[in-house]
């Protein structure tokens, strides 16, 4: 009698275990497995590796599509695996057993035996066998991800390479696995230039490709380069790690990564005190910055470009000499002036070159009423209202406003709040409703279909995977307003100096400044308004004399 050729079907479902003991295991007992049975012998044995069954298709995995078509050249007579999960963890993988028995080869798993077929309840129980193996598959996956998650808001490192401006050294503590578990330790000498790049932001509103350049220029040693690159810089601005916090979760792997908004971030629950490099409020105001500029640069349209100013209200760039770029806009087309300077250059009668630098703001859309302003009539302006502006504000206690504002802003959140509450518990319900009728959709006797009820389901929590980034968008948004309370109270209390530290700061520096004050300047020809951030009382229809002429100002206060 011919023996009959069997295949076995090893796995493992990431490139960790890989170098673990799975696969040796595995096969010792599919081995052991195989010699129980007198009449079959073994023919060859297929390996899969770091593929996920849960994660991809039948299609998707190639080496299930070449064991259909070494099946169908009938090359062998029985496939063995040491479990139904190494075959996959979907419902779908019972209708791939199903494709191999049509071919004539019989299924088999250590843990189970043979899936049969042939009759309605060995479908049944194939069906819930993968639909169980999915179900695992979830909770595994969701145990590992809630232990990384556990451990991060613990304030443990998960492992890794230590970000620029750290060393890993031993912390004391063993895993469950008997692993040493390291932590990070700051590394001054690296962490200086951390904090260069970060005051580069901050205080001179510089991107990424600005930043190396400097660094570069100023002779400071990369991280792993010859040379800065704008890459690494924005690696080093988006870690949450310098302000003390360890992060997980992001980004994500759809075959290349994706980087997640830092709203869906998950951070350790304390400040990690002993690895805080850049300070919580710096790291905030850099990413409330870093963010601007990529949804400027993500804008292709003027209104874009204008909705995203008056929502993040900093300067996009600071490049050049004028300190209002980005603020400033035309009172009559709406769109914002951009930068018109030009140099005067001549030779004098001693043949030496001469250069004059002449500042002008105009409208991009040459407006006829007015279109060209020079730097010193409207800074002129700005600067001697700004100086005003803030003598009183100084005089004033804000205190109340900023509550009032923070009380109608939590009431409005904590009203969404409620209502996404109650849409999830209803959802949750559903789902829990749905599931209990997944037996009976299976055995007939239920009016949907298996099918209809898993894609109902798949909906539902769809529904409810929405509304917890509904929810999460808008703890963020209350997360953002306590800045920006912060910012104005910060301003407020800046200065007995503040007009001699204005006047000799830089361009880039004025620029800054300015952003974190005004909303908003609108240039007509008979007049300029400003918005500021903070309304005062009595501030509106201040003249300024400038020169010759009187220009009126106004505040505006809508």
């Not at 990424?208 to 380069?225: D, F, S």
């Not at 301003?491 to 700061?505: D, G, H, L, R, S």
Request: hydrophobic share 35%; proline share 2%; glycine share 6%.
């Amino acid at each position: 009698m011919s023996k009959k050729r069997v295949r076995t079907l090893l796995r493992v479902s990431s490139k960790q275990q890989l170098h673990d003991d799975d696969i040796p295991i595995q096969r010792a007992e599919v081995q052991g497995y195989i010699d129980k049975h007198p009449d079959w012998v073994f023919d060859k044995e297929y390996i899969e590796g770091a593929v996920s069954a849960y994660k991809n298709s039948v299609e998707d995995r190639e080496l299930l599509q070449q064991i259909l078509l070494d099946a169908k050249a009938h090359e062998f007579d029985v496939l063995l695996a040491y479990m139904s999960d190494r075959i996959g963890r979907k419902d779908e993988y019972s209708a791939y057993v199903v494709q191999l028995n049509s071919m004539g080869i019989e299924v088999w798993t250590i843990n189970d035996g043979q899936l049969k077929t042939e009759e309605h309840i060995d479908k049944l129980m194939n069906y819930i066998r993968f639909w169980q193996n999915e179900g695992e598959s979830k909770k595994t996956s969701a145990r590992v991800r809630d232990a990384q998650r556990e451990m991060v808001k613990a304030g443990k490192f998960v492992g890794g390479k230590a970000p620029f401006g750290y060393r890993l050294v031993p912390s004391g503590e063993i895993s469950n696995h008997g692993r040493l578990l390291k932590k990070l330790e700051i590394v001054e000498k690296d962490a200086e230039i951390v904090r260069k790049i970060y005051s580069y932001v901050i205080n001179q509103g510089f991107g990424y490709e600005r930043i190396a350049k400097a660094l570069n220029a100023e002779g400071i040693p990369a991280v792993t380069t010859d040379k800065w690159k704008a890459g690494t810089i924005g690696s080093i601005l988006k870690n949450p790690i310098y302000m003390g916090y360890y992060s997980i979760n992001r980004r994500i792997n759809h075959g290349s990564f994706t980087r997640l908004d830092r709203k869906d971030w998950i951070y350790s629950e304390k400040q990690i005190p002993e690895i805080v490099i850049i300070s919580q409020s710096d790291w905030e105001r850099a990413q409330e910055i870093r963010e601007a500029r990529k949804n400027k640069i993500n804008a292709s349209k003027e209104e874009g470009l204008k909705m995203y100013m008056e929502q993040y209200n900093v300067p996009f760039s600071t490049k050049g000499k004028l300190a209002l770029i980005g603020l400033a806009y035309c009172g009559y087309c709406g769109k914002r002036l951009k930068n018109g300077s030009y140099c005067n250059r001549w030779i004098t009668k001693e043949g030496e070159e001469k250069v004059a630098f002449a500042g002008r703001y105009i409208c991009q859309s040459k407006c006829a009423e007015r279109n060209c302003y020079s730097q010193e009539y409207l800074e002129g302006i700005v600067f001697e209202v700004v100086e005003a502006y803030m003598e009183k504000l100084k005089k004033v206690d804000i205190t109340e406003e900023i509550q009032k504002m923070q009380f109608q802003k939590k009431k409005r959140i904590d009203k969404e709040l409620e209502r996404i509450k109650k849409d999830s518990r209803n959802a949750k319900l559903d789902i829990e409703t749905l599931e209990e009728k997944i037996p009976a959709a299976i055995r007939g006797d239920y009016f949907f279909s298996a099918d209809k009820l898993a894609s109902i389901i798949k909906e539902k929590e769809q529904e409810l995977l929405s509304l917890e980034e509904e929810r999460k968008a808008i703890l963020e948004e209350a997360k953002q307003a306590e800045l920006e309370n912060s910012d104005m109270e910060m301003f407020v209390q800046m200065v007995p100096n503040w007009k001699e530290e204005f006047k000799n700061a830089d361009v880039t520096t004025k620029q800054m400044l300015l952003a974190a004050m005004i909303e908003k300047i609108e240039v007509k020809e008979d007049g300029i308004k400003i918005k500021f951030k903070i309304q005062l009382d009595n501030f509106n229809s201040i003249p300024k004399t400038i020169g010759s002429s009187t220009i009126p100002y106004i505040h505006d206060s809508t």
